[in-house]
């Protein structure tokens, strides 16, 4: 059973956050999430939406203004469409949005290829679906780039290739050449390609976001996941939706029923309303994600046996840490002494029990402080 089976960095994650929880004064830098609150025109959209009655089951697809609204976005900004009637579902998040497309496609005994690193819930989920997770590596000496050699490799009688730009926990943001060649290695295996697509709007400088099923032939091969949760700062609201061809649309709507019957109507409103609304929060939030990243850089460049590659998205920095083989281990003794919480990175994969996810969500005077803590820790070990 799933209790006999919890691997150990689960279990002591689980003892970690219960200690975060009851440490007064801990400076986050662990937490996946904005620390800004959601737009108040957003806000109002739901408030009013549930004054009004808005309130009982929707379709399992999705409410179809909603998702006429994302088909106009998919066209406009990631550059290919998808026919709101049917190649379109919108669930409770993105993870659920990932978790639905792997029951979906994967068999049990199913070859799926996961980064490494790479998001902690890949792994569980394909497990879920009695699938096998096959980690493939991402080169931290060329700034985390897609090793395709190993997925060549590991590509043959793989039933899906899950891919993340930009990357949760790395910051990568992958080239359009990586996803072309990637984009050959599916169609050549007969693999498909799950595009997790969270973090696109916060893409760095010269760096550029690239929708694998905007690539020419591969809107039929590609299902693409996208999240309002980091875009608009709405994890708590729990909404994202999936893009993916009519057949395996109708699959994921199908799980939505099974699951949660649908998605809710009261974020489902919130969701067209950011759809909708002004724009302006989302450049506001990445400029001030972008002037965190290059403050904590200034500060990390000076820290003894701290070494890092400069994200190019996302809002994280993943950190290695000279002479540390236990992330977890290390992770909790910063906590007992400095009060700073980090990611610890075996959750990310086996490439990353040296590492730490530094989350860019604290104002700058408090990550500055948190950041020269953390030196001081690892400098006095």
């Not at 049990?108 to 590596?137: C, T």
């Not at 994890?235 to 649908?262: D, E, P, Q």
């Not at 909708?276 to 989302?282: C, I, K, L, S």
Request: net charge negative.
């Amino acid at each position: 059973m799933l209790a006999d089976r919890i691997p150990r960095e689960e279990s002591v994650m689980q003892g970690f956050y219960e200690q975060i929880l009851g440490t007064p004064g801990v400076l986050r830098l662990d937490v996946g999430e904005p620390d800004f609150g959601t737009p108040s025109h957003i806000v109002e959209a739901a408030a009013e939406a549930a004054r009004s009655g808005w309130t009982h089951y929707t379709s399992t697809w999705g409410i179809p203004e909603l998702r006429r609204k994302i088909s106009e976005k998919l066209e406009r900004d990631n550059r290919f469409y998808a026919d709101p009637k049917s190649e379109l579902v919108v669930v409770d998040g993105g993870s659920a949005g990932i978790l639905f497309v792997i029951l979906s496609l994967v068999d049990p005994g199913g070859n799926v290829l996961i980064p490494d690193p790479g998001w902690l819930m890949y792994e569980p989920y394909v497990k879920f679906a009695g699938g096998k997770p096959i980690r493939y590596p991402l080169l931290e000496e060329e700034g985390f780039k897609i090793d395709i050699d190993s997925i060549k490799r590991s590509s043959v009688g793989a039933k899906l290739i899950i891919v993340n730009s930009p990357s949760n926990p790395t910051g990568a943001v992958h080239s359009r050449k990586e996803l072309e060649e990637i984009a050959d290695i599916a169609v050549e295996s007969g693999a498909l390609i799950l595009s997790d697509e969270a973090y696109e709007k916060f893409v760095f400088a010269d760096s550029r976001h690239v929708s694998p099923a905007s690539l020419n032939g591969m809107k039929e091969r590609v299902v693409s996941v996208y999240s309002f949760s980091k875009t608009y700062a709405m994890t708590g609201w729990r909404i994202g939706y999936v893009s993916a061809r009519s057949t395996i649309a109708k699959a994921v709507s199908l799980m939505n029923l099974y699951f949660n019957a649908c998605p809710s109507s009261v974020s489902q409103a919130a969701a067209l309303a950011a759809l909708d609304g002004p724009q302006d929060f989302v450049e506001e939030t990445k400029v001030e994600y972008e002037r965190r990243r290059d403050a904590v850089i200034g500060l990390l460049k000076g820290s003894g046996g701290v070494r890092f590659v400069e994200p190019k998205g996302t809002f994280y920095i993943f950190a290695g840490l000279d002479g540390v083989d236990d992330a977890v281990d290390f992770a909790m003794k910063l906590l007992e002494d400095k009060g700073v919480s980090v990611m610890p990175g075996d959750v990310f994969g086996p490439s990353a029990r040296d590492h730490v996810r530094i989350s860019l969500t604290l104002p700058i005077p408090r990550l500055s402080e948190a950041i020269r803590r953390l030196s001081e820790f690892v400098e006095g070990r």
